[in-house]
């Protein structure tokens, strides 16, 4: 079962976006998940990363300070709160989780999300 993730859209440089990821089959709630990102013609990257109680987050140098990660396990979602939103942040989102993810040929990405930040 994938992970969905959605809440993208367009936002002007400085705005704010919650992502949401839904774990539709409740199989996550155990494991660490994380955001990944990438813009067009770039890799893939991390992003943000919670434990699987949200006790630990970790987070890319680009974003730290700016986003922050949630979960509720009671309702099986994560959640990227992004605020002050910068134009390289314009990306397609995904969640999943971290370790599988990290791993070389996870293909597992599920629906993305986009963001796309205006200047």
């Known amino acids: 079962v994938q992970l969905q993730a959605y809440g993208g859209g367009l936002v002007q440089a400085g705005g704010s976006l919650r992502l949401s990821c839904e774990d539709p089959?409740?199989?996550?709630?155990?494991?660490?998940i994380a955001w990944f990102r990438q813009a067009p013609g770039k890799e893939r990257e991390f992003v943000a990363a919670?434990?699987?109680?949200?006790?630990?987050?970790y987070y890319a140098d680009s974003v730290k300070g700016r986003f922050s990660i949630s979960r509720d396990n009671t309702k099986s979602m994560v959640y990227l709160q992004m605020n002050s939103l910068k134009p390289e942040d314009t990306a397609v989102y995904y969640c999943?989780?971290?370790?599988?993810?990290?791993?070389?040929?996870?293909?597992?990405w599920g629906q993305g999300t986009l963001v796309t930040v205006s200047s």
């Open positions: 919670t434990t699987w109680n949200g006790g630990y987050t």
């Open positions: 999943a989780p971290r370790v599988a993810a990290e791993r070389p040929g996870f293909d597992s």
């Open positions: 089959g409740r199989a996550f709630s155990n494991l660490a």
